[in-house]
């Protein structure tokens, strides 16, 4: 079947440090991946988006990376922040003709002073 | 720019009424709007895809008599949930797509705050 699984728990991490957060796809071959962030009883917001053919993406602190043989994508938060607690998801989109979006799960992210 | 209004943002009713959510694109036209649901700690689930004019698509699983959809404009799309029951409780998220700038790839959806809605 296909999935898409983020990991479930929550990650805790020190502020400053760099939060890793992946991103693990089965049966599909997407053309492009995005990151989206989500707080608590909103809609998500778009972060970063990676086509299959890029290896790395970056945006500030951000950074997302695209490994279509490992059938992963990572996303990297550096110098983490306490405003950046907040739940990321994955989605997945299968070609470009198609507006149509696959999400995970999400990751909960909290960052401690 | 680039904002998406939902509204209600809560709305509480009895089994059996009908609720209407309205999503509405404020400063872009938007071809193309999604419904989505999201039940605590899962994922979005795409209800249906709703272009401006046509018929909106539903996803398998999703009763379009049930969920009723109209984009009656580039800037609104509405959905209704006919005679509710409490397994309808959830969150309802809407995004939309803009009409200009979809470069290739790019694809990028703008999502409403969402709609928390509680049948009793």
């Known amino acids: 079947s296909q999935k898409i699984e983020q990991n479930s728990e929550a990650l805790n991490i020190q502020e400053g440090k760099t939060a890793t957060l992946t991103c693990n796809y089965t049966?599909?071959?997407?053309?492009?991946l995005q990151w989206y962030r989500q707080d608590p009883g909103r809609g998500p917001v778009f972060l970063l988006l990676?086509?299959?053919?890029?290896k790395e993406k970056r945006k500030e602190r951000l950074k997302v990376t695209f490994d279509t043989t490992l059938k992963q994508s990572l996303f990297h938060i550096t110098a983490s922040q306490p405003a950046d607690s907040a739940t990321y998801l994955c989605?997945?989109?299968?070609?470009?003709?198609?507006?149509?979006?696959?999400f995970g799960t999400g990751t909960r992210l909290q960052v401690f002073p | 720019g680039a904002v998406v209004s939902q509204h209600p943002s809560r709305v509480i009713c009895k089994s059996g009424t009908s609720v209407k959510i309205e999503c509405r694109s404020l400063?872009?036209?938007?071809?193309?709007m999604f419904w989505y649901r999201q039940f605590p700690k899962q994922s979005l689930m795409l209800m249906a895809t709703?272009?401006?004019?046509?018929?909106?698509?539903?996803e398998q699983g999703v009763e379009k008599d049930k969920f009723l959809i109209n984009h009656a404009s580039l800037t609104l799309s509405t959905l209704t949930v006919t005679s509710a029951h409490p397994e309808d409780s959830s969150f309802y998220i809407c995004?939309?797509?803009?009409?200009?700038?979809?470069?290739?790839?790019?694809?990028?959806?703008?999502f409403g705050p969402g709609t928390r809605l509680t049948v009793l």
């Open positions: 709703s272009n401006e004019g046509s018929k909106a698509t539903y």
């Open positions: 990676i086509r299959e053919n890029e």
């Open positions: 989605a997945l989109a299968r070609s470009y003709n198609t507006d149509k979006l696959i």
């Open positions: 400063d872009f036209q938007a071809t193309t």
């Open positions: 995004s939309a797509r803009a009409l200009q700038g979809n470069i290739r790839g790019g694809n990028e959806q703008f």
């Open positions: 049966n599909y071959s997407p053309a492009y």
